[in-house]
């Protein structure tokens, strides 16, 4: 499971739980359709999940139920969670200007327009209004938007940031998304033969070709993230039960899994990356193959040591 699989599953529960509470006699089916669950069996782990969770004391009458029984969904002794987390103040006026900056990018539905209405009302009721405005598309995004809808292989001439070199490349382009201030396309780049994310401000020159391709049914999430290439150092690494937590915060590759052990790949543009992992892991973690992380990690202890002589 990934990070972002993880943050939205438990976004799900909290929700879930306050309106089971609200409404006793809530079936499977309706707890299901709601929030969104493929399947009772997916519900049934959610609730196994904070099954006799609770706060301190962690006696009998501390700790929540939840469980299906029949055709209903149970939750019981968890009147903490009876009502919907509360925003603070910052977190409002952050889920505020979100929302009104996709507005503003004209993106938006009614249905977020009314909501956005309603938390202004609430938020800043007291304003003549407030504005978001979001700065214009580079010249390129538009294209790049079209070629992705009408399913076009686009040609760039791209500069890597992290090497500095420019390549010409012929990309599918799936998804163009905005994040943190920068445009991004997502999609499979035949020059690496992988998927690939791409800094539109980096793309020096953009050809629209009218070869298509067949796109991928389901598409990643319009996220920046770590995506290995061909040039990155690999190892090897045996993690311990208590280093599982690993597989959900690192793009690995799992070679093995014996349930006391598990071998992962990492991959990484620079051996100190995995080198520090390794240190922080201590001996809940050993390196089996990469010589280059190996030396990074003799060099990282040798330094730190120097420190303390």
Not at 50 to 79: H, K, N, Q, R, S
Not at 233 to 244: E, N
Request: proline share 6%.
């Amino acid at each position: 499971m990934t990070s972002s699989r993880t943050a939205f599953r438990l976004t799900r529960i909290l929700a879930m739980l306050p309106w089971v509470i609200a409404n006793p006699g809530a079936t499977i089916d309706e707890v299901c359709e709601r929030f969104g669950y493929e399947s009772h069996e997916d519900l049934a782990r959610d609730l196994d999940v904070v099954f006799v969770c609770g706060l301190p004391g962690y006696g009998p009458g501390d700790l929540m139920v939840a469980y299906i029984d029949d055709d209903e969904v149970v939750v019981d002794a968890a009147d903490y969670f009876g009502r919907a987390p509360r925003l603070s103040p910052t977190e409002a006026l952050s889920m505020l200007a979100a929302g009104m900056a996709v507005l503003s990018s004209g993106l938006g539905s009614p249905v977020l327009e009314s909501a956005v209405d309603k938390l202004a009302a609430t938020v800043a009721p007291d304003t003549d209004g407030l504005a978001v405005d979001v700065p214009a598309e580079p010249d390129l995004v538009g294209p790049l938007k079209e070629a992705a809808a009408s399913h076009r292989v686009v040609e760039i001439t791209y500069t890597s940031l992290s090497r500095g070199e420019t390549t010409r490349r012929a990309v599918e382009p799936w998804v163009v998304f905005a994040s943190l201030g920068n445009w991004y396309v997502t999609g499979y780049c035949r020059l690496a033969q992988a998927e690939r994310v791409f800094r539109v401000d980096r793309i020096r020159d953009l050809v629209v070709t009218e070869e298509t391709f067949e796109p991928p049914v389901e598409r990643p999430d319009p996220q920046v993230r770590y995506t290995p290439s061909e040039d990155d150092v690999r190892c090897k690494i045996a993690l311990a039960p208590a280093a599982r937590w690993v597989l959900d915060y690192y793009p690995v590759d799992v070679v093995s899994d014996s349930g006391d052990e598990v071998v992962i790949e990492f991959s990484a543009s620079d051996p100190s990356v995995a080198a520090r992992l390794l240190l922080r892991l201590g001996d809940r973690a050993r390196l089996i193959e990469g010589d280059e992380v190996r030396a990074a990690l003799s060099d990282l202890g040798n330094r730190i040591l120097a420190r303390y002589r």
